[in-house]
């Protein structure tokens, strides 16, 4: 009786043991992208079109006018 409770517990054992193996997950690894070689340089690029110039201003008469903001007010509760 004691050796079949023994041979038991021992097949139980293994048993337990047989069934808790850890699944190992192979990670493939990422690639990291590396730039090739430039290329050939692109065509230039076209100019554009020259705008009209502005009429020419007429002489000020040498006065200068200055103009100040108002000063700021305290606020008000």
């Known amino acids: 009786m004691k050796h079949s409770l023994l041979l038991s517990a021992l097949l139980a054992t293994l048993t337990l043991v047989a069934c808790e193996r850890p699944?190992?997950?192979n990670v493939p690894a990422t690639q990291v992208?590396?730039?090739g070689p430039a290329g050939p340089q692109g065509?230039?690029?076209s100019q554009g079109a020259e705008g009209s110039k502005g009429d020419t201003g007429k002489a000020g008469d040498g006065t200068t006018l200055?103009?100040?903001p108002p000063a700021a007010s305290a606020p008000t509760y």
């Open 33 to 35: 992208a590396v730039p």
């Open 43 to 45: 065509a230039t690029g």
């Open 66 to 68: 200055i103009v100040m």
């Open 23 to 25: 699944t190992v997950v």
